[in-house]
Nanobody
Framework: VQLQASGGGLVQTGDSLGLSCAAS????????IGWFRQAPGKGREPLSC????????YYADSVKGRFTVSRDNAKGTVHLQMNSLRPEDTADYFC????????????????????WGQGTLVTVSS
Protein backbone atom coordinates (compact mmCIF):
# COMPACT_ATOMS: atom_id res chain seq x y z
CA VAL A 1 0.00 0.00 0.00
CA GLN A 2 1.89 3.05 -1.24
CA LEU A 3 1.15 6.66 -0.56
CA GLN A 4 2.21 9.55 -2.76
CA ALA A 5 4.18 12.45 -1.35
CA SER A 6 4.24 15.73 -3.25
CA GLY A 7 5.23 19.35 -2.87
CA GLY A 8 9.00 19.13 -2.90
CA GLY A 9 11.22 21.66 -4.59
CA LEU A 10 14.26 23.88 -4.36
CA VAL A 11 14.34 26.38 -1.52
CA GLN A 12 16.92 28.43 0.35
CA THR A 13 18.15 28.07 3.91
CA GLY A 14 15.55 29.40 6.31
CA ASP A 15 12.65 28.99 3.92
CA SER A 16 9.47 27.03 4.52
CA LEU A 17 7.86 24.31 2.44
CA GLY A 18 4.77 22.17 2.80
CA LEU A 19 4.53 18.57 1.66
CA SER A 20 1.34 16.66 1.07
CA CYS A 21 0.59 12.97 1.24
CA ALA A 22 -2.36 11.26 -0.38
CA ALA A 23 -3.55 7.83 -1.39
CA SER A 24 -4.88 6.69 -4.73
CA UNK A 25 -7.84 4.41 -4.60
CA UNK A 26 -7.95 3.90 -0.87
CA UNK A 27 -8.23 5.87 2.33
CA UNK A 28 -5.47 6.76 4.74
CA UNK A 29 -8.08 7.06 7.43
CA UNK A 30 -7.72 4.60 10.27
CA UNK A 31 -3.94 4.22 10.29
CA UNK A 32 -1.01 6.13 11.66
CA ILE A 33 1.02 7.92 9.00
CA GLY A 34 4.76 8.43 9.19
CA TRP A 35 7.13 10.73 7.32
CA PHE A 36 10.60 9.56 6.40
CA ARG A 37 13.44 10.95 4.36
CA GLN A 38 16.53 9.70 2.63
CA ALA A 39 19.42 12.05 1.97
CA PRO A 40 21.87 11.35 -0.86
CA GLY A 41 24.19 8.53 0.15
CA LYS A 42 22.49 7.98 3.49
CA GLY A 43 19.96 5.60 4.97
CA ARG A 44 16.29 6.19 5.52
CA GLU A 45 15.48 8.39 8.50
CA PRO A 46 12.14 8.42 10.31
CA LEU A 47 10.95 11.98 11.02
CA SER A 48 7.45 12.00 12.45
CA CYS A 49 4.27 10.08 13.01
CA UNK A 50 0.67 11.19 13.42
CA UNK A 51 -2.13 9.06 14.78
CA UNK A 52 -5.39 8.42 13.01
CA UNK A 53 -7.85 8.68 15.89
CA UNK A 54 -5.98 10.49 18.64
CA UNK A 55 -4.25 12.95 16.30
CA UNK A 56 -1.12 12.88 18.43
CA UNK A 57 2.13 13.58 16.64
CA TYR A 58 5.73 12.73 17.42
CA TYR A 59 8.99 14.02 15.97
CA ALA A 60 12.63 13.11 15.65
CA ASP A 61 14.99 15.48 17.45
CA SER A 62 16.43 16.56 14.10
CA VAL A 63 13.13 18.20 13.07
CA LYS A 64 11.36 18.88 16.37
CA GLY A 65 10.28 22.49 16.62
CA ARG A 66 10.71 23.06 12.88
CA PHE A 67 8.41 20.50 11.27
CA THR A 68 4.70 20.05 11.96
CA VAL A 69 2.56 17.18 10.74
CA SER A 70 -1.21 17.36 10.42
CA ARG A 71 -3.93 15.29 8.82
CA ASP A 72 -7.40 15.78 7.39
CA ASN A 73 -9.16 12.44 7.64
CA ALA A 74 -12.19 13.78 5.77
CA LYS A 75 -10.02 14.59 2.77
CA GLY A 76 -7.71 11.64 3.24
CA THR A 77 -4.58 13.78 3.26
CA VAL A 78 -1.61 14.33 5.52
CA HIS A 79 0.53 17.47 5.49
CA LEU A 80 4.08 18.12 6.63
CA GLN A 81 4.91 21.77 7.18
CA MET A 82 8.66 22.35 7.21
CA ASN A 83 10.02 25.64 8.53
CA SER A 84 13.53 26.99 9.02
CA LEU A 85 14.89 24.59 6.44
CA ARG A 86 18.59 23.76 6.46
CA PRO A 87 20.90 22.28 3.81
CA GLU A 88 20.98 19.06 5.83
CA ASP A 89 17.23 18.71 5.26
CA THR A 90 17.96 18.02 1.59
CA ALA A 91 16.50 14.58 0.87
CA ASP A 92 13.76 12.56 -0.74
CA TYR A 93 10.72 12.66 1.53
CA PHE A 94 8.25 9.80 1.85
CA CYS A 95 4.96 9.28 3.64
CA UNK A 96 4.04 5.79 4.73
CA UNK A 97 1.03 4.22 6.34
CA UNK A 98 1.62 2.14 9.46
CA UNK A 99 -0.73 -0.73 8.79
CA UNK A 100 0.00 -2.26 12.18
CA UNK A 101 -1.64 0.44 14.27
CA UNK A 102 -4.10 3.30 14.24
CA UNK A 103 -2.03 5.54 16.47
CA UNK A 104 1.67 6.13 16.88
CA UNK A 105 4.04 4.70 19.42
CA UNK A 106 6.67 7.36 19.09
CA UNK A 107 7.92 9.01 15.91
CA UNK A 108 9.37 5.91 14.25
CA UNK A 109 8.15 2.57 12.97
CA UNK A 110 9.48 0.02 10.52
CA UNK A 111 7.51 0.02 7.26
CA UNK A 112 7.13 -2.94 5.02
CA UNK A 113 9.39 -2.90 1.97
CA UNK A 114 6.26 -2.82 -0.18
CA UNK A 115 5.10 0.42 1.43
CA TRP A 116 7.84 2.64 0.04
CA GLY A 117 6.28 4.70 -2.73
CA GLN A 118 7.72 7.49 -4.77
CA GLY A 119 9.11 10.30 -2.66
CA THR A 120 9.31 13.99 -3.31
CA LEU A 121 12.68 15.72 -3.48
CA VAL A 122 13.44 18.66 -1.24
CA THR A 123 16.63 20.57 -1.93
CA VAL A 124 17.77 23.30 0.43
CA SER A 125 20.50 25.54 -0.88
CA SER A 126 22.91 27.36 1.42
Amino acid sequence: VQLQASGGGLVQTGDSLGLSCAASGFSVDGYAIGWFRQAPGKGREPLSCIGASDGKSYYADSVKGRFTVSRDNAKGTVHLQMNSLRPEDTADYFCIQDRARANCEGYAFIPSMDDWGQGTLVTVSS
